[in-house]
Every structure is written in C-alpha cells, then in structure tokens.
C-alpha cells in the first residue's frame, strides 16, 4: 500500500491524443519526496538540456505536493514545472486553492503533458475517467470566463479548474495559470501550456488518501493548529503587519502604508516617500471595502489569504498577496485603478508581478523617446488609459506588444536604441519584484542572485528583514524562537544591531547560513505541497524543522528524522541547480542589476558567492562536485556532468572540453 501519495501519474501525449495510467516508483519518496523534487527528476531523466520550451516534446507537470490531500493544515500546493520561455531555464510555480487535493482524490499524483494538440482542448479528469475535450468554443474566452463555462458544460460545479486566457493562447512569455483561487504565474508556464493546445484541465475526485499512522499524524495537526490559533491571537510585535501574522494577510488587514514607502514605483525606479497619509489611507481602505466580497481560504486551510472581488465592469475575481499594489505602484496610480486592472490581466492570464514592470518599461521607454508615436499608434496620453493599451496589446501580441510579449529583458534587446539601460530590475532575464533599498543587504543578494526560483518572494522567510532597535526588543523576540535549526541563530539575531557598518552582516558565514536555512524551508514545502504562508514565508512558524520530519514519517511510514529531511531539501535543490547548470547556467548568470541597491560592494559580494558556493558544495561556477553530488545520492548527475565535459573526474571543476553532448534519457 502506498501511503500519502497514489503511487500513479497521469501521462498525456497531446499529439497522439493518448492517455496513460503509470505507476510511479516508491523508492522516489525517501529521496525527494514528491511535488517539486519528483518533477525536477522526470525533467532530468526527460527532456535533455537543448531542448527548447516551445518543443513538443519539452514536458508541462501539474504536481500535488506530498501532503496534498491529507489533513495537513495548508497543504494544498500545486507545483506546475517546465522550462521557461523567458529564461530558458527550469520554471516552477505554485498555486493553491483546491485543485492538487482534488487531483489526489482523483487517484493521481501528476500530471504530466507531453507534444502538441493539433486543436485546443482541456483535459476532463473524472476519477478513472479521462477524456480530451474539444475547446475550440473556449478560444480567446478569459481564463476564469472559460473555468465558469467548463464546469457548467461538465455539470460538475465541484470539479476545480485550471486554465489559461488569451496571453497563454497567445504564447506570451509571462502568461499564467488561473486557478478560482490562485494561479500559478512566474516565470511563463502559461505559454508553454498554450504552445501545447491546452486551454484547461478540469478534475474532480471522489477518492480518499492512506496515511501509514493515522492517530499520530492527526495529533500532530491538531498541534498546528494549535500554534496557529496562538499564533493569531499573539501576532509578533515590532514588525510589519504581513509579518507579524500567518499566511499572507495583506486582504484581510489594510498594510499598504508599508509597501507603498518602502518599495519602488514605476520602472522600479522611484521612492514614493510621504506619499502615503491619513487621507490617502482612507480613500484607499474606503475602496478596497467597496470592492472586497468577503475572505476566502485555500483547501484545509485556517488562514483567511485571499478575497473575492467586484469591481464594476470587471469579471468577479480572486485577489490575494501584494499583487493588489503591483499595477498601482507601475502606473504611479491609485487602489482603484490597481484593482481593475488586476482583474482584467487574470481574466487575460498575466503575471501579476512581470506584467506591470514591462508596461512600466514601455512608458518609461515612451518618455524617454526611444519609443515613439511610430511604434506605438494610438497611444493615449493618460498614464492610466496607457497601461490598459499596452496590456491589451500585449496578451494579444499586436504591434509594439508582440515586443513586450517577451518581457523585459528580450524587449530591451530587440528595440536597441539604449533601452538596454531601462532593462535594470530583471536577474536570469525574469523581471524582481520592485524593491529597491539603500545599502546592500547581503542575505537578499544571495537569494536573488543564486535562487533557482528567481523570484525573491519564493525563498525569503523565517528572519526579521531588519535589526530591532532595542537589544530588549531582540531578547524578546528570541526567547521561544523554537523554529531556528539551530541556537547560534538566536545569537547572530541578538547581536544584529542598527546601523552597523555597511554591509549590516560582515560575517559572510552568517549570511550564507541564514539564506541556507530560508531556502530549506522552501524547498520542503514544496515538496510536501505546504503553504510557504504557513511554513517557509513568515516567522514562526507552526510548521518547521522539528516536527516537519515526525508529520512526514507518520504520513507516509518512512522512517525520516531532521538530518534526512534536511539531506532530501538539499538534494532537490542540487538537482534543479544541476538541471540549469546542463542548460548553461553559470557563474556569470548569478548577477543582481547594478543599481538595485545605492550602495553596493562588488569584493564583498564576490566574497559571498565564493564561500556561498563553497558551503554548498558548488565549485566556483556554482556547478555542484562530483563529492556533492554523490553524497546527496546523485551520482547519475555527476556521471552526465564528466561525459558532457561539465566536470573533470577528478577534482570537479569546469572541464575545458566541448561541447555538450546530448544527455542520455
């Protein structure tokens, strides 16, 4: 019997027209548990490092984590992967909601889509029944307009849909996947779902999950619980509202006055200080109340993250996370502006974090005259009609949009004429968030510049962002920090004071430790399929690395304790290190814009990725050893590595010899 998982994916050749039925091997689960560490072994062993992300055969997989489907609190992640069309590299995105749940009570674990459908179709998964649908009335429909019409056509108003709009049909680079209650967005996923025909995946199960020891694991989520309901009634002082609380409750409390100061507006270019007061607060409370429908969580899910939307012209929506701000912050705009926008681009299916930055880019680009009323006819003289314009040109690739349709950096390139230089808030050529700060904060540097994710808010958590003033304020603060792997976190937390000589953090072993641990955090949950909102994201968490391994061991009756929960995270980091690293990612790719921090220290930072580097197990490109790789029981990696010239056999380090050779499957 398998416990936790099905045991079985789903296997969809969408040229063929085929389905498959596979069972899957159990020994994956001790080493990399599932979600996000099994997908990076199937891309690994299938799609070879030439192959382009608008290949039919370059694979798209719809994975439940682990834990999806049982009573685990939050556990309801989907990790969508597949090779991004804006960096060329492997991409990965997560969503909530109901549908990884609802795929596992179906009697899968993934699945997994493979070539190209001569014509549009969406997937009808209805337990053991499986059918490719024709979708053809669903063309150009939005992809939450399209979810309403399927589940109407199914007569199955408790199937869970994920789908695409226009800009994933249309193959834009930063198109998403909508999902009723979240989306899986970053890094162009929805492209490469349109590049294969596939409009949507509709799922409705029936069946039930195993658990090896049932009375233990559910003991140990009534604990979660437990913390969580405490965690709620004593949020932590001294810090940002977001922070102080679980999940992501940026709906559920009016917090703007935090991003609007200290993140940037337009291009990622200004600071917008004294902007906000007492009048704009309650213009903009005034409005999200009027708009806001009620809070609304995620499958099995105490939290409150997200909330329906009405917003008068406007396909109801869902809106959860600092996306709300996104559109308002590029345009320089308003709330109100912010939320209709927002609900258009998800009706459209448009990252909610690239999308403003490339109109931000076009306008700023406009301004400047490098961009001109040649390029872009018809363009309107408010900033607000502007971003409306240029995002319906570019979900629909017309004229200067099929330009942006690309993002930033790609659009740069192709328009020349110094727009290079407008091109300063991406990293591995996929657009930041828009935050810029004084002086280099080198834990952030790290994350952003060597994070496989690239995307900051996917590894970041778990540590105050700045000192607390007082060391009293700091003892109090550490005194039931339970969540710390280990108790010298506490000291360095202690001994963090304000205004320390720049950069805050002079020990680079404290740096890489931290960024070490917060990306851990992440890597786990995405294997299990756990809400970052309830584990890797905030501060105390009721989910961490000590009973993160008991909750796993009693689900799924493998015997895995913290140094081997630990070990799996590693590994699964190292092999999608290892599966860009086959893609040519090197050193030189680990870069953070120049102006991303005023101040800013390139020995230091040198210094940082040497023994960051070093501490993982990376030789100075940042390509893992061959003693790594073995040791993390992924030997097949370095064997690839030494046949294809990436390493020597000897000491692990970059090979003079070329070129690559084709991976073999």
Known sequence: ??????????????????????????????????????????????????????????????????????????????????????????????????????????????????????????????????????????????????????????????????????????????????????????????????????????????????????????????????????????????????????????????????????????????????????????????????????????????????????VPGIHPFMMKCYSKLTYTMAAMSDLDFGFKIAGLAQEYGVDGYTTPQVMAFAVELYEAGILTDEDMPGFPSTTEEQHFWLLDKIVRREGIGDVLADGVYWAARKIGKGAEAYDHNTIKKHEQMPIKLGTLNPIYFLMYSTGEKINITQIEGQVPQAPFPKREDREEFVKDWIQVPDEKFKEYFLNWEPGSPAPYYPSPELVYELVDWQETMHYIDDALGLCSGLSSFPMKPPYHIHNLPQIVSAATGLDIDRAELWKIARRNRNLIRAVNVGRGMRRKDETVPEDHWRKRFPEYEAKLLDEYYEYKGWNSEGIPTKESLQELALGYVSEDFIERGILTDDEGSPSKKAPAKKKKK
């Open 1 to 310: 019997m398998r416990y936790a998982e099905t045991g079985y994916n789903l296997e969809i050749d969408l040229t063929r027209g085929s389905i498959e039925r596979v069972e899957t091997d159990p020994k994956w689960v001790e080493l990399y548990l599932g979600g996000l560490g099994t997908n990076a072994k199937i891309l690994w062993d299938r799609v070879p490092p030439e192959m382009e992300p608008f290949s039919p055969d370059n694979l798209l997989i719809f994975s439940a984590g682990l834990l999806c489907g049982t009573p685990a609190p939050g556990a309801n992640r989907t990790i969508v992967s597949t090779f991004s069309p804006q960096t060329g590299l492997m991409a990965f995105s997560m969503m909530g909601g109901f549908f990884a749940p609802e795929l596992k009570y179906a009697g899968y674990d993934k699945v997994i889509f493979r070539g190209k459908s001569p014509d549009l179709v969406y997937l009808w998964i209805n337990d053991d029944k499986i059918e490719i649908r024709d979708a053809s009335h669903l063309k150009g429909k939005g992809a939450l307009e399209a979810s309403e019409i399927i589940k109407k056509e199914l007569n199955e108003p408790k199937s869970h849909v994920a789908a695409i709009g226009l800009a994933g049909e249309n193959k834009v680079s930063f198109a998403s996947i909508e999902q009723g209650r979240s989306s899986a967005s970053r890094l162009g996923i929805g492209a490469v779902m349109g590049d294969k025909g596939l409009k949507a995946i509709a799922v409705r199960g029936t069946g039930d999950i195993n658990i090896a020891r049932p009375e233990e694991f559910i003991e140990l989520c009534n604990d979660v619980l437990k913390y969580i309901q405490f965690r709620n009634e004593n949020p932590i002082k001294g810090v940002p509202a977001i922070f102080g609380s679980l999940g992501f409750q940026e709906m559920a409390v009016h917090n703007e006055a935090w991003h609007v100061s200290a993140f940037a507006w337009g291009n990622a270019r200004h600071r917008r200080k004294g902007f906000w007061t007492e009048e704009v607060e309650k213009e903009w409370t005034g409005v999200s109340d009027k708009v806001q429908v009620r809070l609304i969580s995620c499958h099995n899910c105490p939290m409150k993250c997200g909330a329906t939307m009405k």
